[in-house]
């Protein structure tokens, strides 16, 4: 008896031992097998780029998943495609912290039903806290929490901003600190509200100022672009976006479908943005944006951020980047357009955060002027969001 009861300890142990490994090395495992840079920093770009990239003001992105795999963002990390040094490094004043809860397993562009869930066992496997294994309004709260966590361990260098005053304040104090970096939370799919009105509240609470009704599946909201039924807003999706809207919160239609993308824009009553996506107009996806709701989003006074990503650009490369720029900006116009690289998201980018001077470098060679360039890099977003975050 003695002798089974001491194997029973030794193998509980052995499986204790086991899962603490885990939870030390899988996150960087998972992290690294996702998140591919085509091309290492340094990178090399023109002196007049390079010169514009450090005097611009406000470099700003609306879209990266990092929250996701469980990565310190205060450290420059050797992979990932984004943290917080390297953002400071790329003179990038702000980035969109959105907030992936659940993607159903051999995710694809076409066809995803919400069956299941690949996030679950990552969760379980990182021993992320157990009230989010099966719970997607908490796993958005624990991303929530650990941006918090690294702007509180920032030594003042890192800025949570929630809203126009917190806005005002950090780019008051950037004036004379530009080693200073700040991020906005998102949500990417508002099944993280578990089918409950209240959680709009309670992510609000958490800091969430942007959120995107659907992600890869249909949801109780309506369509994904990559769902199975591709038809409009549901009941629930429109008390969403009503309740949404009257908070300030800022309404993503990244990932919709065609029909979705119809019926938000007939019921907005804010501005909305695109926060990554490609245009058909330069790449022909079901996930990027026609003509008709490129105009339809500038009409609200929205704006459209660029994403890095082959299937967004069709070629993972600056050039390609900026023509999905040049293309937008002669459609809608300077002002509605803006960077949405989706670092972090599970795709490969074609660099880092310290290469958005090759961007910069590729909007030269196209003719832009240093004006349309700063409003392109990010002056776009900071109108935007000190125009329609809440006071
Ligand atoms: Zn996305």
């Known amino acids: ?50 010169k514009l990239t450090d005097s611009l003001d406000f470099i700003a992105d609306l879209h990266c998943d990092a929250l996701l795999w469980n990565r310190d963002l205060l450290k420059n990390n050797n992979f990932g495609e984004v943290d917080i040094p390297r953002m ?31 996030v679950t066992l990552p969760y379980i496997l ?3 806290p157990i009230r989010s294994w099966f719970n997607l309004t908490e796993r958005a709260l624990v991303q929530t929490a650990s941006l918090h966590q690294f702007s509180k361990k920032s030594d003042g260098k890192f800025y949570i901003i929630k809203s126009k005053t917190d806005l005002a304040h950090y780019i008051n104090a950037r004036k004379s600190n530009k080693k200073l970096a700040a991020g906005f939370l998102g949500v990417e799919g508002s099944h993280a509200l578990n089918g409950d009105l209240n959680n709009i509240d309670v992510l609000f609470n958490a800091g ?20 199975v039924a591709h038809e409009g807003l549901t009941d629930f999706g429109k008390k969403v976006i009503k309740k949404m809207q009257e908070k300030n919160m800022i ?12 019926d938000i824009l007939a019921i907005t009553t804010k501005p909305i943005v695109s926060s990554h996506t490609g245009v058909k107009g330069t790449c022909n996806t079901v996930r ?19 994403a890095f990503f ?6 993972a490369d600056a050039k390609n980047i900026a023509e999905a720029i040049q293309y937008t900006v002669n459609l809608i116009g300077v002002t509605h357009v803006a960077l949405g690289s989706d670092f972090d998201g599970a795709v490969t980018v074609p660099f880092d955060v310290t290469g958005l001077s090759l961007i910069v470098d590729e909007l030269l060679k196209l003719n832009f002027t240093h004006q349309e360039i700063s409003l392109i890099m990010g002056g776009n977003v900071k109108r935007f969001l000190l125009e329609n975050l809440p006071d």
Request: proline share 4%.
């Open 288 to 306: 990027n944006l026609s003509d008709k709701h490129l105009i339809g989003i500038a009409n609200t006074g929205g704006i459209v951020g660029i």
């Open 88 to 118: 400071i490094q790329a003179n990038m004043a702000l980035q969109a912290f959105t907030i992936v809860t659940k993607v159903p397993k051999n995710m694809n562009f076409d066809k995803n039903t919400g069956e299941t869930d690949a």
């Open 251 to 262: 309404l993503d239609v990244a990932h919709s479908s065609e029909k979705m993308l119809d």
């Open 310 to 315: 082959k299937k967004a650009v069709c070629k």
């Open 208 to 227: 969430v100022r942007m959120m995107s009704p659907v992600h890869f599946f249909d949801n109780k909201l309506g369509s994904s672009a990559h769902g």
């Open 1 to 50: 008896m003695k002798k089974y009861l001491k194997k029973g300890v030794v193998f509980i142990l052995t499986l204790v031992a086991l899962y603490m490994a885990m939870i030390v090395f899988l996150p960087e495992i998972i992290d690294k097998k996702y998140n591919k840079v085509l091309q290492l920093p340094p990178y090399k770009v023109s002196d007049e780029a390079m």
């Open 126 to 128: 990182e021993g992320r």
